[in-house]
DNA sequence: GATGAATGAGATTTCATTCAT
DNA sequence: AATGAATGAAATCTCATTCAT
């Protein structure tokens, strides 16, 4: 019944998330899911295919989200905040999805293949400060790459206090982080 | 002869750096520095114990540069350039030092008793940002603690992009990093 | 539609002799077949099966050959060479299944209760060489059952050089090698 | 102590010999050797290595010992006997090794890499015969190749009968069978 | 200090087989 | 008859760690 497809992704994002990637087993992810081990394997083929399946299809949404925003056409800061509210927002949406790709798959050596993918969203936010500088709301100067870095970074490290519990999150909390991060870099790279 | 612990412990950042934790095994660490791997328990006690040394020795060194700049007492947006310019600059001295950190250790799920020495980054980065707050050069409504993810994760984000390949990082790329990083937020937290 | 049963049964002939029997899954063998796996199941029982009904049932028909052959009533000399003949020609027919007899069955540890089976070619060739003996074709003090054994042994091997790919196999080497055997045996034994 | 690599070794004989190779578990060579079955690992590395050990050194020895019989310049009839000695006295020695060879490696589709080194004992076989041609004992018309097959194949299938219990082997009944496969061959490819 | 043989917990993965549909 | 999702026993292999020498 259901989709056992999808009831396994979900429970491996649980399971992940609170074990870690390498702590975890796949026996623990079938056990969270409900199903035999055997199941996962049936699937996915491998339990690096889970975490790679996890991150595709996540991160794709967030391509999507970011380049929608592109497409409004709105002016480079507006643009810089919508993204950090799609990004920040993620993580009370799912903690756990977030919780995983920030420790495991952003910067494991494992999934360097998938580095392709994430240097795509860093292409969109650089493509936004270009524009921002063509706009005129950007400084001149500025090299576009290395301040999508920033940006992205700034993004990521807030997350990251999040997940290891050293900031705090409530709505309140990350509506503050959004604003925090739009005035910054509205200002910072004007 | 000579020293065989320094000798293991540098053997050991390469064979991280270049296989990742995980992937490594105490003999590759022994194997890159020329001992039987015995010699490693002998020195260490563990793989995981190699890490945590490599770890705490390097931030150790961090935290005293930082400190030493904060007991300088010059305005808190040259003492955020000078921060950058530490961390930035221990890319060029160690690479493979920087990517075992930025990889392995920050957001290590295993390490995470080691967050307490993270935090004491944090804590000085925050600390100058407040000193920023009280001599005016940033803006009073500022949270501190948010405000030194940000200039942390950008810096860590910039090294990321190093050690994973997608940013360049001639010596000229690294002075223009430690620029960009202090323009930025100079601007964006006043 | 068709015989399913026997669209199984040939794929698994084909399937062994490509893999061997047991890197050979079950799913290899409904696939070369065009049929879902369960119906392997439906139709032989196991995996084990399926190679035992090869093997029995082609194992039957050249024990009926050779039962013929008996029958005629010729010299033994003669019959041995028919026996040759048919069981080499049989690599002409069907050399994947031969494959799969060579290889597989005749010395499997798990069908050692086909053994039963297989003496039985061993038993008609001794008597062959029993009758050959009571005819003077071949030598009084021979012991039959060894020497059933050594004409099998030759059969098979050169069967086997034919599987291994080590010696020639066209229509002509065929006929040679049938030629060769009945000559050397009919000198040898007499 | 002792020579650990050497007791795994012959324990592995044993161990193929008494279940198969495939039924056999690692742990099944380990047990029987009395260590722990990592140390099958540290010191063969797989257990496809195992076999494919045993069989190496085992074949050596066998194909020295042919060679040497080849050298002292004997009548080919008198050589062929001397390698029928060799091959079934092996039973003797050593029937666990002989019950390996001839149930797992011969015609194993995993070994397919060792048939060089079987084909070498095919080879020197056909050398004498070969030599028996020229110095008349053998007819002149033989295929030197397809005759080694059939003397390779009747002795092979004498120790498989011997392995699968279908014929008799007491030491007389060994030195019947050596001197049926000399007698049998000396006439027949006269 | 130094070595590497020896250990064995534990993880991944395979795949024959079952069974609901 | 036909399908293939679901199961889980079982096997291989890895590798951190111990310890006798």
Redesign the pocket.
């Known amino acids: 019944m259901e989709d ?1 497809r999808a009831l396994i992704r979900s429970a491996a994002v649980r399971a992940f998330a609170r074990k870690g990637y390498h702590a ?4 623990d992810i079938a056990e969270d899911a409900g ?5 996962v ?3 996915f ?4 295919a889970v975490l790679e399946t996890v991150f595709r299809e996540t991160w794709q949404a967030m391509l999507d989200a970011i380049q929608a925003v592109e497409e409004l056409g709105e002016p480079a800061p507006e643009q810089v905040r919508k993204v950090a509210a799609i990004v920040l927002r993620t993580w009370r949406n799912d903690p756990d999805l977030v919780r995983v790709l920030v420790r495991e798959v952003t910067r494991s050596p494992q999934l360097q293949n998938e580095i392709g993918e994430i240097s795509l969203a860093f292409a969109a936010l650089a493509r936004i400060i270009e524009r921002g500088k063509a706009e005129g709301s950007f400084r001149a100067d500025l090299d576009s790459r290395l301040a999508a870095t920033m940006v992205y970074g700034a993004l990521e490290e807030i997350l990251t206090g999040w997940v290891m519990g050293q900031l705090p999150d409530s709505d309140e909390d990350v509506a503050a982080a959004e604003r925090a991060v739009a005035a910054t870099f509205a200002n910072g790279l004007a």
């Open positions: 056992k975890c087993r796949v026996s199903v035999a081990y055997g199941l394997y049936h699937y083929g491998s339990k690096e």
